[in-house]
């Protein structure tokens, strides 16, 4: 079945950076555009980045642009979210998500059919 598995969360000071990876199996990992959401304790999932099948097209939400970049590696079934110069306000769970079929860049939560777990990233004033 499918799976998607983040990883690389964690406790950061503001001004500092973490690379979140997530895994994904169970499927043609490179036929499928793929996501990076996040969601803050009392506070609506919201849409940060997203990346075509071939990792040639990207696209930011506003808040992350120019700090956030997402990547792939579809030799390695993984897809990337490096976070530099991390704000308090980037405090939430991030998830990854596989994009349904036929979507190749979108912002919204039902153009995804698969979700990871989530990581927590925590970032310090």
């Known amino acids: 079945q499918v799976q998607l598995v983040e990883s690389g969360g964690g406790l950061v000071q503001a001004g500092g950076s973490l690379r979140l990876s997530c895994a994904a199996s169970g499927y043609t990992f490179s036929n499928y555009a793929m996501g990076w959401f996040r969601q803050a304790p009392g506070k609506e999932r919201e849409f940060v980045a997203a990346?075509?099948?071939?990792?040639?097209?990207?696209y930011y939400a506003d808040s992350v642009k120019g700090r956030f970049t997402i990547s792939r590696d579809n030799a390695k079934n993984t897809v990337y979210l490096e976070m530099n110069v991390l704000k308090p306000e980037d405090t939430a769970t991030y998830y990854c998500?596989?994009?349904?079929?036929?979507?190749?860049?979108?912002?919204?939560?039902?153009?995804?059919?698969?979700w990871g777990q989530g990581t927590q990233v925590t970032v310090s004033s």
């Open positions: 990346i075509t099948r071939s990792g040639a097209t990207k």
């Open positions: 998500a596989t994009a349904q079929k036929g979507y190749r860049l979108d912002s919204g939560a039902s153009a995804y059919a698969y």
